[in-house]
């Protein structure tokens, strides 16, 4: 897979994202903190199991991850190798993707979504986003308002799945996906 600048300044972006110590490298420990932080700022004490659920489902991605970025096998992946498994085929298609990533993005639901209705308010939204992936809170209102394009005050599981994927594989940065995490490095 060809990875375009666009797409390289966003996966330096997400690359961050994972990077919850800042230590340069993406670790186990790094899926393990980004769970519990999230579950915590929610109310979701250890055992329970929607925190059980995204910690597990967390602790999968990582191993998947790891399998095919870790290059160098030291428990541990660099940015480089990050964006290394993405050019050999990482992301294939959209349609793979949601494969992989809804059961992800459900728990996250189970945790953010205080009253169960399947929508989020721009406050769960900026919990959820802090918690798991330190994104600044300024950053995080501008991205609900970007997803929120009903201006309604709520954004679904349809509106995150669309911007997740946007993200990765769309290449028009006006796009609410292309903000997903927030602003990227000019």
């Known amino acids: 897979m060809e990875i375009s600048a666009f797409l390289d300044q966003k996966l330096t972006r997400r690359f961050e994202t ?3 110590d800042r230590d340069g490298f993406v670790g186990r420990e790094d899926f393990e903190t980004g769970a519990a932080r999230t ?3 929610f109310g979701h004490a250890p055992g329970s199991p929607a925190r059980q659920r995204l910690h597990d489902l967390s602790l999968a991605l990582w191993t998947h991850l790891a399998r095919v970025a870790d290059a160098d096998g030291d428990g541990r992946i660099s940015e480089a190798e990050y964006k290394a498994a993405f050019a050999a085929g990482l992301l294939e298609t959209p349609e793979s993707f949601d494969e992989g990533y809804l059961p992800f993005l459900d728990a996250i639901m189970d945790i953010a979504d205080a009253d169960g209705d399947g929508l989020l308010t721009q406050e769960e939204e900026v919990r959820w986003t802090g918690a798991l992936m330190n994104l600044p809170e300024a950053d995080a209102r501008e991205v ?14 349809a509106d995150l799945l669309e911007a997740i994927r946007a ?10 996906g292309s903000w997903l995490l927030g602003p990227l490095a000019g």
């Open 18 to 20: 994972y990077d919850g």
């Open 39 to 41: 579950a915590e700022a």
């Open 144 to 157: 609900f308002r970007r997803l929120d394009q009903d201006g309604d005050g709520l954004i679904g599981r």
């Open 167 to 176: 993200y990765y594989f769309d290449e028009d940065p006006g796009s609410a």
